[in-house]
């Protein structure tokens, strides 16, 4: 069982807007910051968000974080066929500890 | 281009040794800390440990330690993952991945910025 709380699955039509949530405790994403990632089958994991809102070069402004108190959310706005992959939180610890979401599969109708 | 490649899919018998390896290119591999991730089927992301390469400071998952040996050669900007007996249970994909740090308001956070592309264990009779 993960750490950070994120819904299995989400889903949504081309060009809507989606959002996916991970939930952790104050020990966690309440005092730490919490980036995102993309993950497509076989393909090495994307980071999409880090340090809760920052997008690094290349990433679409299509996607977006944000956080607030024990929680965290990923906006992808515009949505794509290309978006559905599996996407999931994560947050590391002052011992350099990794704490995943369980991932959140996203499908484009 | 910043990147990790790692080594190719294993299969073991239980019992037997391993170690995979990830190869850094494109940064100074002794500045940044590597971690390894372990993934089962079907499930979430597992963190193992980590090991800073410039002076082999190593950390363990508590899940982790003493299951594993996490490695570096920084002549070779090669860190690796090693398991003395495999089990079954072993059986998975295995990330390396860069971790980054970020200075905000007097705090470092953290964060991995580049993954490698995995390897796949299985470890079968």
């Known amino acids: 069982q993960s750490v950070l709380t994120q819904p299995p699955s989400a889903s949504g039509t081309p060009g809507q807007r989606v959002t996916i949530s991970c939930s952790g405790s104050?020990?966690?994403?309440?005092?730490?910051?919490v980036n995102w990632y993309q993950h497509l089958p076989g393909a090495a994991p994307k980071l999409l968000i880090y340090?809760?809102?920052q997008r690094p070069s290349g990433v679409p402004d299509r996607f977006s974080g944000s956080k607030s108190g024990t929680s965290a959310s990923l906006a992808i706005s515009g949505l794509q066929s290309e978006d559905e992959a599996d996407y999931f939180c994560?947050?590391?610890?002052?011992?350099?500890?990794?704490?995943f979401g369980g991932g959140t599969k996203l499908t484009v109708l | 281009e910043v990147q990790l490649v790692q080594s190719g899919a294993e299969v073991k018998k239980p019992g037997e040794s391993l170690k995979i390896s990830c190869k850094g290119s494109g940064y100074s591999f002794t500045n940044y800390w590597i971690g390894w991730v372990r993934q089962m089927s079907g499930k979430g992301l597992e963190w193992m440990g980590i090991i800073y390469p410039g002076d082999s400071d190593t950390r363990y998952s508590p899940s982790f330690q003493g299951q594993v040996t996490i490695s570096a050669d920084k002549s070779i900007s090669t860190a690796y993952l090693q398991w003395s007996s495999l089990k079954a249970s072993d059986t998975a994909m295995y990330y390396c991945?860069?971790?980054?740090?970020?200075?905000?308001?007097?705090?470092?956070?953290?964060?991995?910025?580049?993954w490698g592309r995995g390897t796949t264990v299985t470890v079968s009779s």
């Open positions: 991945a860069r971790l980054r740090k970020q200075w905000l308001a007097g705090v470092y956070y953290y964060y991995i910025d580049v």
């Open positions: 104050t020990s966690n994403i309440g005092s730490k910051t």
């Open positions: 994560a947050t590391w610890d002052d011992s350099l500890n990794g704490l």
């Open positions: 340090s809760n809102n």
